[in-house]
């Protein structure tokens, strides 16, 4: 099969806002060799008249659909080679599938053939992008070829042998040299800035990248978001550009955006499909989410620390990613859901990390999702969506092959004896077949059905690879098997119809017969949706190679594992902010808290230290079971009982609407929802409720340990309408049932709770809570300007803080920090305390805010620590939240070296002494 290519009225108008800017404006060189383009030879002697880009800037983008613009922004840089430069640069916005690479060397023939421009450098970031720049030269020669029958071109790829010598050497041809941009930054050590062994005729002894540069070439830059950070700015300086023409969906510094075709347009012109979603909402397996991505170490002056990089719930409803050390409370860096609660990190070794509540999680190991259920929803209803996408156009006689999609992020998922995909989607395949009503004997074997493409070595291991740059090797294997099959998996006669490839391929190759796809990973990324859509937005293709273009078969289905809301939301912010969004070398420079050592030795804090280093473990005298279990009997929380449903998956669908902006407007309202496959326990089918409920209680977020006669007690009292849903759904009951006797339980405990202090030996250790510095990746307080809710906020040189930095979680604690430094003489010494110091209770470890040596009338310190809140009314915050704050008060009471005074305040009432 032939792709056939014809002239596009989209392609065309893309092509022509950039050849008109230099109409007038590019001045040409007389005729250097008779019967030579004028740059033959490079383009050393074009100058452009900047005065005439400008006017026909404003003409451009006064007819185009963007901001009109008469003003010409470049780019300044100061080369790797320390050589300053400064040249225009112009933006096409086309969205992915509608044929940006054919536009942009189409552009570029264009320019060749009305201006004699000849040298043209296409920069890429990634071999993946880099491999379909040449398989589209490749397709597209026949037809460039009879558009412009006396223009003739070649390309090269930088790397390859005679590459830079070719494209450098004088020639009428046009000249394309494909290079990577990781090819050219190294000055140090890439071959490009040496001298040449041995000197020729036309480069006269000059280094490979001193010959680009004085060609002065044309820079057409695929994907400049991936491109700008100063090291890449300085590397496109670097081969002084005539002019940079720069294409892509999601411009992040659109310098002068001269056209601009949006997602919503390119759908409504229907020149890609339609995307529609269904989003399988995992069921939960009674756990908080947690998935372990890495542990790694870093040594700092001797010292080396374990760090986890998690991934968990956060309290607005995603998932982020975070990095956390030894003693870090996952529920506080959750934003406080009550999930996480007594989920601090315990300790780590390379391969685990253990939880103080015993829970224990290996690298690449999830909880809180029943991830094998979640996987069968989704191929389920990949194949399902396949099956009748291939129905409907066998019915139509379109004779187009219809080819599906998955996602897999780890090679054993797929490969090797513990691979769990096969097999799952060979069943599913034969259930989906039986389902659509087809006939037994015409089934084919699903094995032969599966193509796979994952990154390998020479020898064929294959590999899991996050695209890194010493990965390119890996993965440039897969991206040529899949671009040399790309048309093979057209034909109907190969059987071959759903592809598993490696989410590392996630960008710079697509097929246009994608019509479905599925992404089965661990883990989430806020970039990857709208690359993994790119993979099959391009309008498919028949028999013939010819375009086929019908709205009710061109729609792309995504079977995602998030519901309909956060792939919407997720999506919308990586249309609408990728231009807030810096590369990772360009991240936000963090804040390096540091300890004062001439406080940390003081006596005042060794004195405060030593009064509240303590630790203690509580007892629980007696608990009043008849008061217990009515309490249990009457609770509101027990209505979540009633209508208890087998667990099961989500399966959400709906299509993607969009706004005049691009932004998807479709409303929750509008979504579909079936329920998906069943969530599998473990344990018997009619389970001892009871053991159940007293695991829970001992094992929950809230561990709690009744005896066996008082839960007894205690269930015996709950209501026979409640009771049913002990067997449909015996897990889910069993914690809602456990929430309430824990709650009632808890709130008995208040007023009968003793606390007693452990071994000394087991006490807090200051140089473990209290580190020499600590890096926050937090937005800094600058006066003057808008304060950040929750950062860090510089400390007075003269002040009276442990640290340089105040480290702040809302504004009324930044505003009490900075009461205690005007209260100075008072206020001998305070320090924020770390998370790392905590206090045990019944709902949880606790942190409290503040410790502050307090001096009154001028002779007597008090020691006190303090909680602050935008309340005094702990009955106005969340039910455990007050309740750890209560139970603190009791720990502090018995505080055995010293009174320490505690109690929880705002940064209005202040300090709150006990007697003024």
């Known amino acids: 099969m032939k792709f056939r290519f014809d002239d596009q009225p989209h392609q065309a108008q893309a092509i022509e806002s950039v050849v008109d800017l230099f109409e007038g404006g590019a001045l040409v060189p007389p005729q250097g060799v008779i019967g030579q383009a004028p740059g033959a030879a490079g383009h050393a002697g074009f100058q452009l008249d900047r005065t005439m880009l400008a006017r026909n800037l404003l003409a451009v983008t006064t007819r185009e659909a963007v901001e009109a613009q008469d003003t010409l922004i470049l780019m300044e840089e100061t080369d790797l080679l320390e050589q300053p430069r400064d040249f225009p640069n112009f933006s096409v916005e086309m969205e992915t599938g509608t044929g940006k690479t054919y536009v942009y060397i189409a552009t570029a023939l264009r320019l060749a053939e009305t201006y004699g421009v000849r040298k043209f450098v296409i920069l890429v970031h990634t071999v993946a992008i880099r491999a379909g720049v040449v398989k589209t030269f490749e397709q597209t020669r026949e037809h460039f070829r009879a558009k412009y029958p006396h223009l003739d071109y070649q390309w090269r790829v930088l790397g390859d042998s005679q590459a830079v010598p070719d494209f450098a050497d004088p020639s009428s041809n046009v000249q394309f040299l494909v290079a990577g941009i990781s090819s050219l930054d190294k000055p140090a050590s890439n071959t490009l800035y040496a001298s040449p062994e041995q000197a020729n005729l036309w480069n006269g002894g000059a280094t490979g990248i001193a010959q680009l540069a004085q060609l002065r070439p044309v820079v057409l830059i695929d994907e400049p978001q991936n491109?700008?950070?100063?090291?890449?700015?300085?590397?496109?300086?670097?081969l002084n550009p005539l002019v940079a023409l720069r294409y892509s969906a999601t411009h992040r510094d659109p310098?002068?955006?001269?056209?601009?075709?949006?997602a919503k347009r390119a759908a409504e012109l229907g020149l890609v499909k339609r995307v529609s979603v269904k989003g399988v909402v995992a069921g939960a397996s009674g756990q908080p989410y947690l998935h372990l991505k890495e542990?790694?170490?870093?040594?700092?002056?001797?010292?080396?620390?374990?760090l986890a990089e998690l991934v968990i719930d956060a309290a607005d409803g995603d998932r982020q990613t975070v990095v956390l050390a030894p003693g870090i409370d996952v529920q506080d860096e959750s934003g406080g859901l009550a999930q996480y609660q007594g989920y601090i990190i315990e300790s780590m070794t390379r391969s685990e990390l253990r939880f103080d509540n015993g829970v224990t999680l290996a690298i690449g190991q999830t909880l809180g999702v029943d991830g094998l259920s979640l996987w069968r929803d989704q191929v389920r209803h990949t194949i399902r969506a396949h099956l009748q996408k291939q129905a409907a156009v066998e019915q139509r006689g379109q004779g187009l092959k219809v080819l599906s999609l998955f996602f897999v992020e780890r090679v054993a998922d797929y490969i090797g004896n513990a691979a769990t995909l096969p097999a799952m989607f060979d069943a599913l395949f034969r259930e989906e077949w039986a389902r659509s009503g087809r006939s037994a004997d015409a089934m084919p074997d699903p094995a032969t059905l599966r193509v796979h493409y994952f990154p390998s070595t020479k020898t064929g291991i294959y590999k899991d690879t996050s695209g890194k740059a010493s990965e390119e090797g890996f993965e440039a294997r897969a991206y040529d098997e899949i671009i040399a099959n790309k048309e093979k998996l057209l034909d109907l006669a190969n059987p071959r119809a759903f592809i598993f490839s490696h989410s590392a391929l996630r960008e710079g190759w697509d097929n246009p017969n994608v019509f479905q796809i599925g992404f089965l990973r661990h883990t989430r990324s806020d970039t990857e949706r709208r690359q993994q859509i790119g993979r099959g937005l391009r309008l498919p293709v028949d028999q013939n190679g010819n375009r086929v273009h019908d709205e009710a078969i061109n729609r792309l289905t995504l079977v995602v594992d998030e519901s309909f809301s956060e792939f919407r939301d997720g999506l919308n912010a990586e249309y609408g902010g990728a231009g807030d969004r810096p590369d990772v070398e360009n991240e936000d420079h963090s804040v390096t808290i540091h300890l004062r050592p001439d406080k940390f030795e003081s006596p005042e804090f060794a004195a405060l230290w030593r009064r509240i280093r303590y630790r203690a473990v509580y007892r629980i005298e007696r608990v009043d079971e008849a008061t217990l279990a009515a309490t249990v009997a009457m609770h509101e929380h027990l209505d979540n009982l009633r209508n208890i449903q087998r667990r099961a998956n989500v399966v959400q669908s709906a299509d993607l609407m969009y706004d005049d902006r691009g932004k998807v407007i479709t409303t929750d309202e509008t979504v579909a929802e079936t329920s998906g496959e069943y969530v599998v326990l473990g344990g018997q089918r009619l389970p001892n409720v009871v053991q159940l409920v007293e695991d829970q209680l001992q094992h929950g977020k809230f561990p709690l340990q009744l005896t066996r006669p008082t839960v007894v007690a205690i269930l015996s009292s709950i209501p026979t309408r409640y009771r049913a849903g002990a067997i449909r759904d015996p897990g889910y009951w069993a914690r809602i049932v456990a929430h309430v006797i824990r709650t009632a339980v808890i709130e008995q405990m208040v007023q009968n709770i003793e606390y007693?202090?452990?071994?000394?030996?087991h006490w807090w250790d200051a140089n473990v809570v209290f580190l020499d510095s600590e890096t926050k990746n937090k937005p800094l307080a600058v006066p003057g300007q808008s304060t950040p809710p929750s950062g860090v906020a510089e400390a007075p040189i003269d002040g009276v803080n442990l640290h340089d930095y105040v480290d702040y979680d809302s504004l009324v604690e930044k505003s009490f920090a900075e009461l205690l430094e005007n209260h100075r003489g008072t206020v001998k010494l305070f320090t924020k305390l770390p998370r790392r110091f905590r206090v045990k209770t019944p709902v949880g470890e606790y942190s409290p805010d503040w410790a502050i040596v307090f001096?009154?009338?001028?002779?007597?310190?008090l020691y006190l620590v303090r909680e602050t809140k935008d309340t005094l009314n702990l009955d106005d915050l969340e039910w455990d939240e007050a309740m750890r704050i209560r139970f603190a008060a009791k720990h502090f009471a018995v505080a055995p070296r010293g009174a320490v005074d505690f109690i929880n305040t705002t940064d209005k009432a202040g300090i709150r002494l006990a007697n003024g």
């Open 756 to 761: 007693v202090p452990v071994d000394e030996a």
């Open 255 to 262: 310098y002068n955006l001269v056209h601009c075709l949006s």
């Open 227 to 238: 491109m700008g950070t100063p090291k890449r700015r300085k590397t496109i300086a670097t």
């Open 295 to 306: 542990i790694r170490s870093r040594t700092v002056r001797g010292t080396t620390r374990w």
């Open 855 to 861: 001096e009154r009338d001028g002779e007597e310190h």
